[in-house]
């Protein structure tokens, strides 16, 4: 075993089977299966050269140690940019079982999925997963795949179809997972009726109690660990934020400008937070009425202060307000808007063909002749039924078993990276509006998706604090989690209605849209391309409680922080497997803090690491793939140290001219009876030091 994963290796002639020390290396290539990552590509390519270069001998399997490195040498020559069809297993998924997890059912069966048919083995049911153990690893040797392949989370398992074999009365299960994968398992009906009765009781959940976040909670030690998540930002830190931010609402200047709204019992909107923050010249009174001109009564709250010298210039969020068809007008919400800036940018997250169209329920968006003091853009961003649409033709085509010539023109038909175009241009635009000195109002139809995706893009665009692990944390507790993203429907996390028209991958999106910032500027995150995976996989395992709700009060009245963990514990834990090894703190100023990406299609990453992750690739590519690599970084390290080499020539020979032209004008002082200044380091206090301070002897 190394690092808990299998390793088998086949020879010919093996003397002792199950006797690692009389094993051959150099009789075959080692089959080296179920590893993570990188790790499994490096140990393939490390065996294989080994038996290529050294001769036949017996060895001994030596088990690798813990914190062999692998990961930090990978990480750092391969960079972030994940090799092409690499297979990304994330440290913290296991096949093994969990705290809380308690096996249900074993079966035997024949599996088969999009790409391997015909796996004997065995389905075993959990509390927590549907998992697949094959009695045979033939089918699988010559590819790579992650640790977690056979591994489905119940919570990520979008429904099951039961039908009868006739011709050998055996019961066939279609299992269809939420991220597009497919599985078909064949069992005896006497089976197949006990399977069903587990995944019945263990797969729909009909109260919020029966996730296994809440069992698995109960079962972890540390108390004091899992809620450190929890506290990272809750509404109680909002005057801490803002300090952070730059406003302090104690300081006479600020409080002339901003108050906090106490929504403690959720009377004012019932999806935001219990505390935000509105201008201080809008009475209750009058907030009571914005509220009703607004829809689900998301009145504008304060997200971002962009800058807080001379005037602030200030981000905002709201839903649509309610003009109708009619135009109809709110002298309150007009006057809210004028109290936020003197010009206002008013960015619609819709199309407008949309926005109109919205009109018709009674809804619309802000005109120009009512609101003197904006002017209106429409963002062109299409609403959840495109992206679940969108989605669910990009799985269609990644897991698409067939390798054909279309296949990138599939990929452009699903729209989905065309939308993260269009979101991240909108992101620009408003940060560009903020540059140039104006407030800027953000809504799309109820606020919380649309909204909440370009409120924090733009924040992680201009706010080296949310680059970081907890201010990343940070800002998805604030702008999704606390004003109100329905992460439990959005997700169809209690499995009722898997067809669902209210599921969406609205938050995937958003992680996608980080990817390619980050893609782009890969010195300025503190965390790696795995972290933005794991919280991924995470959205659907159900194991915490961070997205088991729509809203705080959602939150509150289910109890999550206290009787579930959060993901940011888990994940903070674990951070030195996230850390960016290239990242680098930047500058206060404007130009070091703000970060402009590229929007434009050509310039965008499909994030493969993500989407194709369970698309078997063969070993033998990835280990020629690695191969290569590694000659190229051993080029590059030998012109390095050449450079170093003429580098230090060049030292040398500037040292001899410096002395050479310092003892000419010493001999030419005293002849001509110049003073000399004295430069004896007694005579000018400083204290001698024998050794030269850039002593390059010790280089190659």
Same mark, same amino acid.
């Given at each position: 075993?190394?690092?808990?994963?299998?390793?088998?290796?086949?020879?010919?002639?093996?003397?002792?089977?199950?006797?690692?020390?009389?094993?051959?290396?150099?009789?075959?290539?080692?089959? /080296?299966?179920?590893?993570?990552?990188?790790?499994?590509?490096?140990?393939?390519?490390?065996?294989?050269?080994?038996?290529?270069?050294?001769?036949?001998?017996?060895?001994?399997?030596?088990?690798?140690?813990? *914190?062999?490195?692998?990961?930090?040498?990978?990480?750092?020559?391969?960079?972030?940019?994940?090799?092409?069809?690499?297979?990304?297993?994330?440290?913290?998924?296991? /096949?093994?079982?969990?705290?809380?997890?308690?096996?249900?059912?074993?079966?035997?069966?024949?599996?088969?999925?999009?790409?391997?048919?015909?796996?004997?083995?065995?389905?075993?049911?959990?509390? +927590?997963? &549907?998992?697949?153990?094959?009695?045979?690893?033939?089918?699988?040797?010559?590819?790579?795949?992650?640790?977690?392949?056979?591994?489905?989370?119940?919570?990520?398992?979008?429904?099951?179809?039961?039908?009868?074999?006739?011709?050998?009365?055996?019961? #066939?299960?279609?299992?269809?997972?939420?991220?597009?994968?497919?599985? =078909?398992?064949?069992?005896?009906?006497?089976?197949?009726?006990?399977?069903? =009765?587990?995944?019945?009781?263990?797969?729909?959940?009909?109260?919020?109690?029966?996730?296994?976040?809440?069992?698995?909670?109960?079962?972890?030690?540390?108390?004091?660990?899992?809620?450190? *998540?929890?506290?990272?930002?809750?509404?109680?830190?909002?005057?801490?934020?803002?300090?952070?931010?730059?406003?302090?609402?104690?300081?006479?200047?600020?409080?002339?400008?901003?108050?906090?709204?106490?929504?403690?019992?959720?009377?004012?909107?019932?999806?935001?937070?219990?505390?935000? #923050?509105? !201008?201080?010249?809008?009475?209750?009174?009058?907030?009571?009425?914005?509220?009703?001109? %607004?829809?689900?009564?998301?009145?504008?709250?304060?997200?971002?202060?962009?800058?807080?010298?001379?005037?602030?210039?200030?981000?905002? %969020?709201?839903?649509?307000?309610?003009?109708?068809?009619?135009?109809?007008?709110?002298?309150?919400?007009?006057?809210?808007?004028?109290?936020?800036?003197?010009?206002?940018?008013?960015?619609?997250?819709?199309?407008?063909?949309?926005?109109?169209?919205?009109?018709?329920?009674?809804? *619309?968006?802000?005109?120009?002749?009512?609101?003197?003091?904006?002017?209106?853009?429409?963002?062109?961003?299409?609403?959840?039924?495109?992206?679940?649409?969108?989605?669910?033709?990009?799985?269609?085509?990644?897991?698409?078993?067939?390798?054909?010539?279309?296949?990138?023109?599939?990929?452009?038909?699903?729209?989905?990276?065309?939308?993260?175009?269009?979101?991240?241009?909108?992101?620009?635009?408003?940060?560009?509006?903020?540059?140039?000195?104006?407030?800027?109002?953000?809504?799309?139809?109820?606020?919380?998706?649309?909204?909440?995706?370009?409120?924090?893009? /733009?924040?992680?665009?201009?706010?080296?604090?949310?680059?970081?692990? #907890?201010?990343?944390?940070?800002?998805?507790?604030?702008?999704?989690?606390?004003?109100?993203?329905?992460?439990?429907?959005?997700?169809?996390?209690?499995?009722?209605?898997?067809?669902?028209?209210?599921?969406?991958?609205?938050?995937?999106?958003?992680?996608?849209? #980080?990817?390619?910032?980050?893609?782009?500027?890969?010195?300025?995150?503190?965390?790696?391309?795995?972290?933005?995976?794991?919280?991924? +996989?995470?959205?659907?395992?159900?194991?915490? *409680? =961070?997205? &088991?709700?729509?809203?705080?009060?959602?939150?509150?009245?289910?109890?999550? !922080?206290?009787?579930?963990?959060?993901?940011?514990?888990?994940?903070?834990?674990?951070?030195?497997?996230?850390?960016?090894?290239?990242?680098?703190?930047?500058?206060?100023?404007?130009?070091?803090?703000?970060?402009?990406?590229?929007?434009?299609?050509?310039?965008?990453?499909?994030?493969?690491?993500?989407?194709?992750? +369970?698309?078997?690739? %063969?070993?033998?590519?990835?280990?020629?793939?690695?191969?290569?690599?590694?000659?190229?970084?051993?080029?590059?390290?030998?012109?390095?140290?050449?450079?170093?080499?003429?580098?230090?020539?060049?030292?040398?020979?500037? %040292?001899?001219?410096?002395?050479?032209?310092?003892?000419?004008?010493?001999?030419?002082?005293?002849?001509?009876?110049?003073?000399? !200044?004295?430069?004896?380091?007694?005579?000018?206090?400083?204290?001698?030091?024998?050794?030269?301070?850039?002593?390059?002897?010790?280089?190659?």
């Amino acid at each position: 075993r190394v690092h808990g994963e299998e390793i088998k290796m086949e020879k010919e002639k093996m003397s002792t089977a199950n006797d690692p020390k009389s094993r051959d290396l150099t009789s075959e290539e080692p089959q /080296v299966l179920m590893l993570d990552g990188y790790k499994q590509a490096i140990a393939s390519a490390m065996l294989v050269n080994d038996a290529k270069n050294r001769k036949p001998e017996k060895r001994e399997v030596q088990r690798e140690p813990e *914190g062999d490195g692998l990961d930090e040498i990978a990480d750092t020559f391969f960079g972030l940019d994940e090799a092409p069809g690499m297979q990304m297993s994330f440290p913290t998924l296991s /096949v093994e079982e969990i705290a809380g997890e308690s096996t249900i059912l074993a079966v035997r069966c024949q599996l088969s999925d999009l790409f391997f048919s015909g796996i004997r083995g065995t389905l075993i049911v959990s509390n +927590y997963k &549907l998992s697949f153990q094959p009695e045979s690893l033939s089918h699988l040797r010559d590819y790579i795949l992650p640790a977690d392949y056979f591994l489905f989370p119940l919570s990520l398992i979008s429904r099951f179809e039961k039908s009868l074999h006739q011709r050998n009365s055996t019961m #066939v299960f279609d299992i269809y997972s939420k991220d597009g994968r497919r599985l =078909t398992a064949e069992v005896s009906t006497e089976q197949g009726d006990k399977l069903v =009765t587990a995944l019945l009781n263990n797969f729909v959940k009909e109260n919020i109690n029966q996730f296994f976040a809440f069992k698995h909670f109960e079962a972890s030690p540390g108390s004091e660990e899992k809620q450190k *998540g929890w506290e990272i930002y809750t509404s109680d830190h909002l005057t801490r934020e803002l300090l952070r931010q730059g406003v302090n609402l104690d300081a006479p200047e600020w409080q002339s400008r901003y108050r906090i709204v106490d929504n403690k019992n959720f009377n004012l909107c019932h999806s935001y937070p219990r505390q935000f #923050v509105i !201008p201080a010249n809008i009475s209750d009174v009058d907030l009571a009425q914005v509220a009703e001109f %607004r829809a689900k009564r998301r009145i504008p709250a304060l997200s971002y202060v962009f800058q807080t010298t001379g005037a602030p210039i200030t981000l905002w %969020r709201s839903s649509q307000c309610k003009a109708g068809l009619t135009r109809a007008r709110c002298i309150e919400d007009e006057r809210f808007i004028q109290e936020i800036g003197k010009s206002v940018h008013i960015y619609d997250a819709r199309p407008w063909a949309s926005a109109m169209a919205n009109r018709f329920g009674g809804h *619309g968006y802000e005109s120009s002749s009512c609101y003197s003091n904006v002017e209106v853009f429409f963002l062109n961003i299409e609403n959840i039924h495109f992206v679940r649409e969108a989605q669910r033709k990009l799985a269609d085509v990644c897991l698409n078993p067939d390798d054909n010539a279309t296949w990138l023109s599939n990929l452009e038909q699903t729209k989905w990276i065309d939308q993260i175009s269009v979101i991240l241009k909108g992101a620009a635009r408003i940060l560009e509006s903020l540059s140039r000195g104006f407030s800027v109002l953000v809504h799309c139809s109820d606020g919380w998706d649309r909204t909440s995706l370009l409120t924090s893009l /733009v924040q992680l665009l201009s706010d080296p604090y949310s680059r970081t692990f #907890v201010g990343f944390a940070n800002l998805i507790t604030r702008e999704w989690i606390l004003f109100g993203h329905q992460f439990f429907t959005r997700a169809c996390q209690d499995n009722k209605d898997p067809f669902s028209n209210k599921r969406s991958p609205v938050f995937l999106q958003f992680l996608d849209c #980080v990817h390619q910032i980050l893609n782009q500027f890969p010195s300025r995150f503190e965390f790696n391309l795995r972290f933005l995976g794991e919280i991924a +996989y995470h959205i659907y395992s159900g194991r915490f *409680g =961070t997205f &088991l709700a729509n809203s705080e009060k959602d939150l509150l009245e289910k109890d999550l !922080p206290r009787k579930t963990t959060s993901l940011w514990s888990h994940l903070l834990a674990r951070k030195e497997a996230f850390k960016n090894p290239f990242y680098q703190f930047v500058g206060n100023t404007t130009e070091d803090r703000v970060l402009l990406p590229e929007t434009q299609v050509r310039h965008l990453r499909f994030w493969r690491e993500q989407f194709v992750r +369970y698309c078997p690739s %063969r070993k033998k590519t990835l280990i020629e793939y690695y191969q290569y690599r590694q000659e190229g970084m051993d080029l590059f390290l030998k012109r390095a140290l050449q450079e170093i080499s003429k580098l230090h020539e060049e030292n040398i020979k500037l %040292r001899n001219n410096l002395a050479e032209k310092s003892t000419a004008m010493a001999h030419m002082s005293k002849e001509r009876g110049y003073p000399m !200044p004295c430069l004896d380091k007694e005579e000018t206090g400083e204290e001698e030091d024998d050794e030269d301070e850039d002593d390059f002897t010790s280089l190659p």
